[in-house]
């Protein structure tokens, strides 16, 4: 006679092998690479913290537990509801395995997050400042070319570090005789085209003709003897030039990001439309682009004040 088998039952204590299974399977689920890092890094700190703790269930009570513990850390509220992001993420990746039951995931996914209080404050450079820091690499070196062309493409298209990293030559395109990055994949995979400005390829085509470069990637490492140094250009790497070039020219604390910020915000004080800025910077939502202008709702001398309708207005 044969032996009934057993029907496999979801765990409530999920050990090491577990966990690291199911982070297998959220980061394998992610296509951003900023996205995966981030996932990653916020799974492994759980991870830490779970396995240090005595056989504790990965249930509901548990990850409230361990949303106290971000509280006790200097943490912001943002740094805190991506790290719950990340466990919710895994708690279903686990549900799906079987390793976990979906009603402890359910559960899981019922932990709040921690709520923002105000409006973060953003830094954007004035044009002036702008101008000051393009004009810190002033060199004719290698180094100085290829710095200069970076901050330009920072400032002057509003690029994200990931998005520089990977440009390459080709992705510089005439259409309707002006010179685009076209088809540039950015955050989550979206696809946009982005306008160059005249004195941006200027500064790129100083730092391609300087380097040699007729195709593949843009931006280059180079080495102490001011060579150029294989085809890898970091995102940290971009971050140390910005904050050097900020800090020769006595600007505050700098941000790669804060230069994307303030391409908007420039372009907005110029004129630009709001929905020609969110093309810009591939936003899915127009809010998202609001708040990298730093713009909120005016009521005194509102935009419908003077649209041509008024009694008095000119006919």
């Known amino acids: 006679m044969a032996k009934s088998r057993r029907k496999r039952t979801p765990k409530t204590v999920l050990k090491l092998p577990d966990l690291e299974h199911s982070k297998s399977a959220v980061l394998n689920s992610l296509t951003s690479t900023s996205s995966k890092r981030s996932y990653e890094h916020a799974i492994r700190e759980f991870i830490d913290w779970y396995c240090s703790e005595p056989r504790l269930a990965f249930n509901r009570t548990v990850v409230a537990r361990y949303r106290i513990a971000l509280e006790q850390h200097p943490y912001a509220p943002s740094t805190i509801n991506l790290r719950l992001a990340a466990i919710r993420r895994l708690a279903y990746e686990a549900s799906d395995c079987g390793l976990l039951s979906p009603d402890l995931a359910a559960g899981i996914r019922r932990v709040k997050g921690v709520r923002r209080l105000g409006v973060r ?5 004035t044009a002036e400042e702008g101008k000051k820091l393009l004009g810190a690499e002033n060199g004719d070196t290698l180094r100085s070319r290829r710095n200069r062309a970076l901050l330009s493409l920072l400032i002057g298209c509003g690029l994200r570090r990931a998005e520089v990293t990977t440009l390459r030559l080709e992705d510089l395109q005439l259409r309707e005789g002006h010179w685009v990055i076209a088809d540039l994949r950015g955050k989550g995979g979206h696809i946009r085209t982005t306008p160059v400005p005249q004195w941006v390829k200027e500064a790129i085509d100083s730092w391609a003709v300087g380097a040699g470069i007729n195709a593949g990637p843009l931006l ?11 085809h890898v250009f970091t995102p940290k790497v971009i971050w140390a030039i910005v904050k050097a070039n900020a800090k020769s020219c006595g600007l505050p604390s700098v941000a790669p990001h804060d230069l994307r910020r303030t391409c908007a915000r420039l372009c907005h004080q110029a004129g630009g439309e709001l929905d020609q800025i969110q093309f810009l910077l591939g936003h899915v939502s ?21 649209i041509g309708l008024e009694p008095d207005a000119p006919s």
């Open 121 to 125: 404050v953003g830094n954007w450079l």
């Open 220 to 230: 280059r490492s180079i080495n102490k003897a001011g060579r150029i140094w294989g």
């Open 286 to 306: 127009i809010q998202t682009t609001e708040r990298y202008l730093g713009c909120k709702q005016r009521f005194h001398d509102a935009v419908n004040d003077h």
